[in-house]
């Protein structure tokens, strides 16, 4: 029994081609592929930015002296005439690596933070709106150099954006405390951020577990669990930590913006936990139970109790249109070598309810299609569910390869 | 056995409208994205500078102060 839910088109076969007539199918999705490669090459040779000269800019008035030749990060740089020191380091966010510039002056108890500047990000729009609003940035004025620059410590995160807090975090942490030892002389008495996850962490394990265990079992518990985890989606995996899977996180393992399972467990558990359903179950438990936005639009569902079928045409052609959405998606994606800047769906939105522009449209829009179509998103335009069917698809296709293999050699 | 449900011509209207307005939505999406593709330029990425009090500007504008 098939457990893809009719997210997209049942079947996802391709039409038969007649051999006689031109490939044009295959042309044009070879053409897709050739640009889609060539966007992705040239976005990381484009998109290379001139940190130093953009540092430079950034603070007018000082003249900046390159203390080592690192071509890579971390750079630190002296500023001339003053005790000030400049350095320049990496931390991974959700998105991608994010860049910060901080300037750090000696001070009677050490060291103090004078300014932060952030270089470049990869995050959503909406995580970073997020951390603004929740007046995060402010915490770093002023700081020693010597404190331990740890979220949930001495750093206050921001619900819904916690990830993005915490790339921040580490690449201000990782910058101030090379300053403070290679550069103010100071002795390491700050902590080391270690591996230790917490109750965030043992949440979302919680829920996947519950959810394979309500794939598994068909009796009473099994239908209380998937209660569970549609609350739990909706409350934790939405609106606390708004981790939701979307397709820039798809375009950035595709980048290698892969994060340390030491600084992002979440991210980890998340993807492990997925791609561990589909592997073991052989189902999509994030689309049937984890996605905080399937259960949202499952509500308005419930309270409209409108169920209008899609247009039969309209549905047969969604798994090309979906594909097709993604094309361009992911072709912005790679040109801009930023995850965030094509990812066209409304789940980031939806839960902490800052967006930019359009998206601010894109989700009403959504709410009221599955007002009146049952997961009316998740059917036609969500790219998410489209390829994590498609692994389902690819796992069913290897196992009967395999049966048929053995069947022959037996 | 199931008995095949007849759809109303205004339920396909109303899907089809859905579908479509959604469909526009998503490519000026993408068109806004494009603009802010060739906005960002290699060198022009976000700065915040976050100095002690003093306010806080928007991290998306693209040249430094």
Redesign the interface.
């Known amino acids: 029994m098939t457990d893809l839910i009719n997210i997209n088109p049942p079947s996802g076969e391709l039409p038969v081609e007649d051999s006689k007539d031109f490939p044009w199918r295959r042309v044009i999705e070879g053409i897709a592929w050739v640009l889609l490669v060539g966007a992705f090459i040239v976005g990381q040779i484009?998109?290379?930015?001139?940190y130093d000269?953009?540092l430079r800019?950034?603070m007018?008035g000082k003249v900046l002296i390159l203390s080592d030749t690192n071509d890579s990060l971390p750079v630190v740089y002296r500023v001339e005439g003053s005790e000030d020191v400049v350095i320049m380091a990496e931390g991974e966010a959700y998105g991608g690596p994010l860049v910060v510039g901080v300037r750090a002056r000696r001070s009677e108890d050490g060291g103090r933070l004078?300014?932060?500047?952030?270089?470049?990000?990869k995050e959503t729009?909406a995580f970073?709106q997020r951390l603004?609003r929740g007046?995060f940035?402010?915490q770093?004025?002023?700081k020693n150099v010597s404190d331990d620059f740890i979220v949930d410590e001495d750093i206050d995160s921001v619900s819904g954006a916690t990830v993005s807090a915490k790339g921040f975090t580490t690449a201000v942490r990782n910058a101030v405390h090379l300053g403070a030892v290679n550069h103010l002389g100071l002795d390491r008495t700050w902590q080391q951020p270690s591996w230790s996850p917490g109750v965030n962490e043992g949440v979302l394990l919680v829920l996947f577990i519950l959810a394979f265990t309500a794939g598994y079992r068909k009796d009473k518990f099994a239908k209380i669990a998937k209660y569970i985890v549609m609350i739990g989606a909706l409350v934790f995996i939405g609106f606390y930590a708004n981790i939701s899977l979307s397709l820039s996180n798809i375009a950035g393992i595709f980048m290698g913006y892969i994060p340390s399972p030491v600084e992002h467990p979440m991210w980890w558990i998340m993807i492990l936990g997925v791609l561990g359903s589909i592997a073991f179950l052989g189902r999509n438990i994030y689309c049937q139970q984890l996605c905080p936005f399937m259960v949202v639009q499952d509500l308005a569902q419930k309270i409209s109790g409108v169920k209008?079928?899609?247009?039969s045409r309209?549905q047969k052609k969604a798994r090309t249109?979906i594909f097709s959405?993604s094309w361009?998606?992911l072709m912005?994606i790679f040109?801009?070598a930023?995850p965030a800047?094509?990812s066209?769906e409304p789940f980031a939105m939806m839960f902490s309810l800052e967006g930019?522009?359009?998206?601010w449209?894109?989700l009403p829009?959504?709410l009221?299609?599955s007002f009146?179509?049952p997961r009316?998103w998740c059917r036609?335009?969500c790219p998410v569910g489209l390829y994590l069917n498609e692994v389902v698809r690819l796992r069913r296709r290897v196992r009967m390869w395999f049966a048929k293999n053995n069947s022959g050699g037996g | 056995m199931a008995r095949k449900r007849k759809d109303k011509p205004w339920h396909l209207k109303i899907t089809w409208t859905l579908s479509i307005v959604m469909l526009l939505l998503i490519f000026g999406f993408f068109f806004q994205s494009f603009q802010e593709v060739r906005k960002i330029a290699p060198v022009q990425v976000a700065v915040e500078r976050v100095s002690g009090s003093t306010a806080q500007t928007n991290p998306y504008k693209t040249d430094p102060d």
């Open positions: 484009a998109s290379k930015p001139d000269n953009m800019q950034a007018p004078a300014e932060v500047l952030m270089l470049s990000h729009p970073m603004l007046h940035f402010r770093f004025g002023g209008l079928r899609i247009d309209f249109l959405l361009v998606a912005l040109l801009s930023h800047m094509g066209y930019l522009g359009i998206q449209y894109i829009a959504a009221l299609g009146f179509v009316f036609l335009f």
